[in-house]
């Protein structure tokens, strides 16, 4: 049977003695030192490469990727990079049971302690609320507080965060191709605007990663990008979810 599992350092089990939760970022992932197991440039980020692609002739799931300053022109070789809005994420792994804590030793050495997650749509709720009441505008990035400095005190209200949760999905390359007009993709089981969040290049394959996805939007202006910094908010020791 496979279950959710947080492998974790013990003073950061939320089910001991942590009072906090920490929430990642794509960019602070990116940007990580290479050196640390868990940094990933191509985190949140995928490619296109267009080998061919003519205006009249294109399709309109191709079209849609290509810039606009692109459209009119017949295209070859180029390359389009895809960075999804910054948000947060948490994750953990997906484990056959019996778990034993000498399973997180392959994550880092001082992961000696873990929890298991039972209900992940009412993990991933739990989550919600936290952020919801947690986040402010000091964690939103400079281009998301120039939306927000023009809301009106009602169309603050409008402001939500939409939730995702899935396993990843490893892939020999983030890259998805255009050629003669046609795309095709690099994985066709996650929908087209999540595969820069769910999906990681093999190489990653091993941590069996199960992951929880947190988008701030509004409802007419967009996705709203928040800063690089991950985030630690306070909670009390919860019993298993």
């Keep these: 049977?496979?279950?959710?599992?947080?492998?974790?350092?013990?003073?950061?089990?939320?089910?001991?003695?942590?009072?906090?939760?920490?929430?990642?970022?794509?960019?602070?992932?990116?940007?990580?030192?290479?050196?640390?197991?868990?940094?990933?440039?191509?985190?949140?980020?995928?490619?296109?490469?267009?080998?061919?692609?003519?205006?009249?002739?294109?399709?309109?799931?191709?079209?849609?990727?290509?810039?606009?300053?692109?459209?009119?022109?017949?295209?070859?070789?180029?390359?389009?990079?895809?960075?999804?809005?910054?948000?947060?994420?948490?994750?953990?792994?997906?484990?056959?049971?019996?778990?034993?804590?000498?399973?997180?030793?392959?994550?880092?050495?001082?992961?000696?302690?873990?929890?298991?997650?039972?209900?992940?749509?009412?993990?991933?709720?739990?989550?919600?609320?936290l952020l919801m009441n947690f986040i402010t505008s000091s964690n939103f990035a400079d281009s998301s507080k120039n939306i927000l400095q023009g809301l009106s005190v009602r169309e603050m209200g409008e402001i939500g965060v939409q939730a995702f949760h899935s396993p990843v999905f490893y892939v020999p390359e983030k890259k998805s191709e255009i050629n003669r007009g046609l795309l095709r993709t690099y994985e066709e089981n996650v929908p087209k605007g999540l595969r820069p969040l769910f999906t990681k290049l093999d190489k990653y394959k091993q941590e069996n990663e199960y992951r929880f996805v947190f988008i701030f939007r509004h409802s007419r202006r967009g996705t709203l990008a928040v800063r690089k910094d991950p985030v630690q908010i306070p909670i009390l020791p919860i019993a298993y979810i």
Excluded at 21 to 31: K, N, P, S
Excluded at 47 to 76: C, H, M, Q, V
Excluded at 81 to 95: A, D, H, L, Q, V
Aim: proline share 7%.
């Design 1 to 129: 049977m496979v279950t959710l599992v947080k492998f974790c350092k013990p003073e950061h089990n939320i089910l001991n003695k942590c009072h906090e939760i920490r929430f990642g970022t794509l960019q602070d992932y990116r940007e990580m030192n290479p050196s640390f197991s868990i940094a990933d440039q191509d985190e949140g980020r995928e490619y296109t490469d267009i080998i061919s692609a003519d205006p009249n002739t294109t399709s309109p799931e191709a079209l849609k990727i290509i810039p606009p300053a692109w459209r009119g022109a017949t295209i070859s070789y180029s390359r389009v990079e895809t960075t999804f809005p910054n948000c947060y994420i948490w994750c953990c792994s997906k484990s056959d049971k019996p778990v034993s804590p000498e399973m997180g030793l392959k994550f880092h050495k001082e992961y000696t302690s873990y929890y298991e997650i039972t209900d992940a749509f009412r993990f991933c709720e739990f989550l919600t609320g």
